[in-house]
């Protein structure tokens, strides 16, 4: 079926179309100031109708650091000695030492064109880089936010903002290393950084900006208790239980495991996404899981920094909610956080089809679906394509080799777990069409705008 070219449809009519209620045919949507005013199931295209054979909601990508975009690749050497997440944060260190807001901006607007293109429509930007090269705040406290903000509008994608909290180097408010001078605030500093952020994310469509203490090693007890009045109505992310090393660290401290602590000291509820949360007891998943909060998960990652595996089938089996992000950007793709999600769990348990909620379930529908919810959520933003939601919306290529004769949840498997990103034709944000064919129509400019930038900072 044809579509036409109109970046900013009245209308669009799907033969098959994902809903909440699964897919469904011959879909008409009729959009409104980027929204969704009215959807129709069983209906007739019209001749204004951008016609799709097939279309799904676009994903919330919760968690990422979009400036590590530009040193994916480079920390794959091995180093004297065994290599872990803690070497490879040596090597992330040096890499930001130089960068300025324009490079920020690049490398971020890179990023978020991948993410479109990859099938994220937003983006929880979890963002601690705030300060000059020497570690002096900016005449304007959220200017690197703001290089943020000018990325999310380059590219388009959906933007929650989560200007990060980061003050000491370990437990126990341990002094920050020279390193971290970049990316530390006190509470009052925060504070600022926080009004700075909203100013700058109030000139795009419908930002949202959360609060971040950056993990229990970064921020003392009493600064979190001071994020409590801060946070009220907004989401609130932290980084918990990446590694076996921290969760030592933390007992050490304090005789009670990093989520264990948090449980117990803060009132989390479902405005929390815990990102990671790889190391945890029973006792502490299921009690993370009736909490409420997300668990933040970015399978990519979590692979490739060695962190280990989050317990998902028993999260879930407890009640638990999850989404997924893409983290370090070493590679953006929204199908293979998801199918790597799942394999993670067939190698440990040798076992396949482990995350489908039941006999006779597509894998890959409840994959998308818990992830679709899960990431929303976390973001503070509607997912799924209803009434009053944003037009954030992909269409697949039904003629791609790996979707042909598909129909129902069978094209969302094989989406999953065949076809990836390489089946995206068009990505819609806000009811705007960003991506055709599968490229970003501004991929030149930004392209070169990244490639100038780690010009700089790679020689």
């Known amino acids: 079926m044809p579509s036409t070219s109109s970046h900013n449809a009245k209308s669009l009519f799907f033969q098959h179309l994902l809903l909440p209620t699964g897919w469904a045919r011959d879909v008409r949507l009729r959009l409104a100031a980027g929204r969704i005013s009215a959807v129709e199931t069983g209906a007739d295209a019209v001749a204004d109708d951008e016609r799709h054979r097939c279309g799904l909601p676009g994903m919330p990508n919760l968690h990422s650091h979009a400036f590590q975009r530009g040193m994916a690749g480079l920390a794959e050497r091995r180093g004297p000695s065994s290599d872990s997440f803690w070497t490879w944060r040596e ?15 690049a490398i971020a607007a890179l990023a978020y064109l991948e993410m479109l293109e990859g099938g994220f429509t937003r983006v929880g930007e979890f963002h601690y880089l705030h300060h000059d090269r020497a570690g002096a705040v900016f005449a304007d406290v959220a200017e690197m936010s703001g290089a943020i ?5 380059q590219s388009g994608i959906g933007l929650t903002l989560l200007p990060v909290l980061y003050s000491y180097a370990g437990f ?7 390193a971290q001078a970049r990316f530390l605030f006190d509470i009052e500093g925060y504070a600022r950084l926080i009004e700075g952020a909203k100013r700058h994310a109030g000139t795009l469509p419908d930002a949202v900006v959360g609060v971040a203490p950056h993990s229990l090693r970064a921020v003392s007890p009493e600064q979190l208790q001071a994020l409590a009045t801060m946070s009220k109505g907004c989401p609130v992310h932290i980084h918990i239980a990446e590694q076996v090393k921290e969760v030592e660290d933390c007992v050490a401290w304090s005789g009670q495991r990093p989520v264990e602590w948090l449980l117990d ?4 509820d479902d405005r929390w996404c815990l990102i990671h949360a790889i190391h945890m007891t029973e006792a502490e998943t299921r009690r993370l899981a009736h909490s409420g909060a997300v668990a933040g998960l970015c399978p990519i990652t979590e692979a490739n920094l060695g962190d280990g595996l989050f317990p998902v089938e028993a999260f879930l089996d407890a009640g638990g909610r999850y989404g997924v992000g893409s983290d370090s950007n070493v590679r953006i793709d929204c199908s293979e956080e998801l199918r790597l999600l799942e394999y993670g769990q067939r ?3 040798r076992a396949r089809n482990v995350l489908a909620r039941g ?5 890959g529908a409840d994959l998308h679906a818990a992830a679709l919810a899960g990431g929303a959520a976390a973001l503070g933003a509607q997912g799924g394509i209803v009434v009053g939601a944003a037009v954030d919306i992909v269409s697949l290529d039904l003629d791609h080799p790996a979707l042909l004769h598909r129909e129902g949840d069978a094209i969302t498997d094989s989406f999953v777990f065949a076809a990836g990103r390489s089946a995206i034709d ?3 944000r806000y009811g705007d069409k960003l991506v055709s064919n599968g490229r970003h129509r501004a991929r030149a400019r930004i392209v070169q705008n990244y ?5 700089r900072l790679i020689r």
Not at 149 to 153: L, N, Q, R, S
Not at 359 to 363: F, P, Y
Not at 451 to 455: N, Q, W
């Open 172 to 178: 126990g408010a341990k002094p920050a290393q020279p």
């Open 149 to 153: 903000v000018a990325a999310a509008a």
């Open 359 to 363: 006999a006779d379930r597509s894998t």
């Open 451 to 455: 490639r100038s930038a780690l010009e």
């Open 265 to 268: 000291h803060a009132d989390v």
């Open 91 to 105: 090597i992330m260190y040096r890499f930001v030492d130089r960068m300025t807001p324009d490079d920020v901006q």
């Open 426 to 428: 068009c990505v819609w």
């Open 347 to 349: 190698l440990t348990r």
